[in-house]
């Protein structure tokens, strides 16, 4: 089966750095997502992977290892702000998205 | 401000009636998109719309309906609700079916 793992709940400090893994098992890739939710609102569009490495965009960070089936998003300089879940999906070989349970980010100030 | 929009953003419904969720969009994107989102679990797609005109099921098509008669709309229907359809339901569209999806503010819909 199709699978996506992320972890339930984090914890942070503002103006720390936080990093948020996913590891998924799907049948074919075509590329990853990572969106934003604030509690109660709609997902938003943070990034799109689909070959290796990392991509940057101001304060969040996106990497994939396609061989290892590997994400993770990375959040420099924590603000308040950035409490929300965090929500990995990969596109299938079907260009299905595939969707994680997200993870929750807690800052402390 | 171009975007979707969802109507009604939360209804309470007794087990057996029928419901129409409303989804329009204005940014002429192609694919439009039916989630429901549950405590503990992914998104997971109830049906799906590549062009106006079709449309496709997704994951969790059981006990819904939908239609796509123009590129705008594309309403989600419960022909008999039942309990375990208790959810929030997000709309989305993207430009073209690999795209970055843009939803709803989301419909929260409660079956007693």
């Known amino acids: 089966g199709q699978n996506i793992d992320q972890p339930t709940e984090m914890t942070a400090t503002e103006g720390a750095i936080v990093q948020i893994n996913c590891t998924y098992q799907t049948s074919g890739f075509n590329g990853l997502f990572w969106y934003q939710q604030h509690a109660g609102e709609a997902p938003t569009f943070l990034s799109y992977n689909v070959l290796d490495g990392l991509e940057e965009k101001g304060r969040f960070s996106s990497f994939l290892s396609r061989s290892k089936g590997y994400s993770y998003l990375l959040l420099k300089e924590l603000q308040m702000k950035d409490s929300a879940s965090y929500l990995c999906?990969?596109?299938?070989?079907?260009?299905?998205?595939?969707w994680g349970a997200g993870t929750k980010l807690i800052i402390k100030p | 401000i171009a975007g979707i929009t969802q109507a009604p953003t939360s209804q309470i419904l007794a087990a057996g009636r029928r419901m129409t969720l409303r989804c329009t969009q204005d940014m002429r994107h192609n694919a439009m998109y039916w989630y429901r989102q549950d405590l503990g679990l992914g998104l997971r797609l109830i049906h799906y719309?590549?062009?106006?005109?079709?449309?496709g099921k997704g994951e969790v098509p059981d006990g819904y309906s939908v239609s796509r008669a123009n590129t705008d709309d594309f309403p989600l229907t419960l022909a008999s609700a039942v309990p375990s359809q208790t959810s929030v339901y997000f709309c989305?569209?993207?430009?073209?079916?690999?795209?970055?999806?843009?939803f709803g503010e989301g419909s929260r819909l409660t079956v007693l």
């Open positions: 999906a990969v596109m299938d070989s079907n260009y299905q998205l595939i």
């Open positions: 989305a569209s993207s430009e073209r079916s690999t795209g970055e999806l843009f």
């Open positions: 719309s590549n062009t106006a005109g079709t449309t």
